[in-house]
């Protein structure tokens, strides 16, 4: 491939420097970073003719036109980029934003303004439309260190995406299709993609400017989005349905499906079958009248996952806030608690908690069920961070809502988005230790005297412990529950398959008529309706153990049989932030 004369070519057609690069199949990031001095060393090594210096010289192209089908392109492009590359010291009288045309006057040595030589027009690529022309870039800059500023990231580095207009890929496809005329060994797959260039040259001189490293999406949790638009595109992208007038057609019927006409989508699938003929003859690379401009910037920290273990002392407490028609029901919640200390932390105001903070617990515990021992598994996933917390910071923030007395946190820790997999499946999965006060209500069968007090005795502890419904080894009662009445309003009706998997009851002395269990369940077990059975809809119940009615009156989650938090893994090592530029 003669990329000398692919590099004539497309500057004949008025490509900027660094599309001109792109079109060769240069993917170095440092000859964007650089391009100046790279497209320099390449014009000597090639023996072209140096860059102009004459500050009032302008170049117009003749239109070009191939041999091979009469197709011509309608240029009025110059080489005023090679111009524009050099200090000018003029003043620009810009009437229109728009506009590509400046009246030039040149100071004297007394500052008084010499008559304006011939207008020159602004240099706009024909191909990236001023996307990767550095003059276009200072409006970008700013707005993205004015968004930086005011939300406050505390991170050195950053990733970079751009939003580029959609004429740009019709532009590329009408350079690509020429270089394939002109140049018939010419392979389009060698095209540097605009993003990428964009991120290598724009990328890095913005790291520059807000004191940031540029790194890749995989590594850095800032992403900083660029949203640049060009003013003529849906006139431009007209053309292509003269190229695709089926697509269109098909898409203009199913309005209620494709609500936008042009999509970079449909525009792609369009240029599948564009020609360099019917390209040239709608001038796809007519000169732009204006150069594309940064619109909007959008700045985002990857969300920051934490992961503990709460015990709740209380049984007045639901896990998450109790809202009924409107009202709160109870004045707190487990999930308040915990998200008031990360509140001060990351200085947001309750309004922007609630948006920022996501609590994520490996199931729940009724209001009036306490949860002991390691407690019980959650996550929190905290939205556009400005900084991840420092052990120190998460010490302090268990402490505070231990302070409480109602909800224990022993510690938290930074978990991957990865982990959250394990916490969720262990939803399902897990299996959880109950300690439960019951309360015999009848005489059983067994009973010698029905007219004496009701008591636990210790023939009914031991028919409670013997007592099996299936021959598996690991289960000890496999159960059928439908969904409890008290859950209906929010989850389906439906009949579960449920086990107890462990089952230890044992007197209480002190109180003849209660007795204690130790259970070990399967995920999802209701044990409140297995102890007294709601009127036969779940069953067996602890009735038929017993051979009498029974009831629970208080319930304790003892253990939550879960691998959490996940093995720690050492943070990669921070990086230093680039030496501030004066």
Not at 102 to 124: E, G, Y
Not at 298 to 318: D, E, M, T
Not at 341 to 367: H, Q, S, W
Not at 533 to 552: H, T, Y
């Amino acid at each position: 491939m003669d990329q000398k004369a692919i590099y004539k070519f497309c500057k004949s057609l008025g490509c900027c420097e660094a599309c001109c690069l792109r079109y060769i199949g240069i993917k170095h990031p440092n000859a964007y970073e650089n391009s100046k001095n790279y497209v320099t060393k390449f014009r000597e090594e090639n023996d072209l003719e140096p860059i102009s210096t004459d500050k009032n010289m302008t170049i117009d192209v003749s239109a070009h036109t191939s041999e091979k089908n009469g197709a011509s392109i309608s240029s009025n492009v110059r080489n005023s980029d090679e111009i524009c590359d050099k200090s000018i010291d003029t003043k620009e009288s810009i009437t229109n934003k728009g506009s590509t045309e400046v009246d030039t006057a040149v100071l004297d040595s007394n500052d008084s303004v010499s008559p304006p030589h011939k207008k020159r027009k602004l240099n706009v690529c024909v191909s990236c439309l001023g996307v990767l022309q550095e003059d276009n870039w200072q409006e970008c800059y700013q707005m993205v260190k004015e968004i930086l500023d005011k939300k406050g990231y505390e991170c050195n580095t950053f990733a970079c995406a751009l939003s580029a207009p959609i004429a740009t890929l019709l532009r590329e496809k009408a350079v690509t299709l020429h270089l394939v005329d002109e140049f018939p060994q010419y392979d389009a797959k060698v095209l540097t993609p605009l993003k990428e260039a964009w991120k290598w040259s724009f990328g890095v001189k913005l790291g520059a400017y807000i004191n940031k490293i540029l790194d890749s999406g995989a590594i850095s949790p800032l992403l900083i989005t660029v949203n640049i638009d060009y003013v003529d595109e849906l006139q431009e992208l007209e053309i292509l349905k003269t190229v695709s007038p089926q697509l269109f057609a098909e898409r203009s019927k199913q309005k209620r499906r494709f609500v936008t006409e042009f999509t970079r989508r449909s525009v792609e699938q369009a240029l599948e079958l564009a020609t360099l003929w019917s390209l040239s003859a709608a001038d796809a690379l007519r000169a732009p009248h204006s150069r594309a401009a940064c619109v909007g910037a959008a700045c985002a920290h990857a969300p920051i996952f934490l992961a503990g273990r709460y015990i709740k002392l209380s049984r007045n407490l639901p896990q998450s806030p109790w809202i009924l028609e409107g009202r709160r029901v109870l004045p707190s919640s487990v999930q308040e608690i915990i998200f008031g200390p990360l509140t001060k932390c990351y200085k947001f105001d309750p309004e922007d908690a609630d948006r920022r903070f996501k609590f994520i617990a490996a199931g729940r515990e009724d209001v009036d069920v306490r949860c002991l021992g390691d407690g019980r598994p959650f996550a929190i996933e905290i939205s556009d961070p400005t900084r991840q917390l420092t052990a120190e910071e998460m010490k302090e923030v268990c402490e505070e809502i231990s302070n409480g007395g109602e909800v224990i946190v022993k510690e938290m820790s930074p978990i991957s988005k990865e982990d959250l997999v394990q916490l969720k499946k262990g939803e399902e999965t897990k299996s959880k230790t109950y300690e439960a006060l019951c309360i015999k209500l009848s005489h059983s069968k067994f009973d010698e005297d029905h007219n004496a007090p009701i008591r636990v005795t210790q023939e009914d502890i031991d028919r409670i412990n013997s007592y099996t419904n299936t021959t598996s080894k690991e289960v000890k009662i496999a159960l059928q529950q439908k969904t409890p009445i008290r859950v209906l309003h929010r989850r389906p009706l439906l009949t579960r398959s449920r086990d107890i998997l462990e089952l230890t009851a044992t007197l209480i002395p002190e109180h003849p008529q209660l007795f204690a269990l130790r259970l070990r369940t399967s995920a999802g077990t209701y044990v409140k309706e297995w102890a007294h059975g709601e009127l036969g809809r779940s069953a067996p119940a602890l009735a038929a153990a017993l051979r009498a009615r029974a009831d629970l009156l208080a319930l304790d989650v003892r253990a939550v049989h879960l691998a959490w938090p996940p093995a720690r893994r050492a943070p990669p090592a921070p990086r230093a932030p680039p030496p501030t530029t004066s």
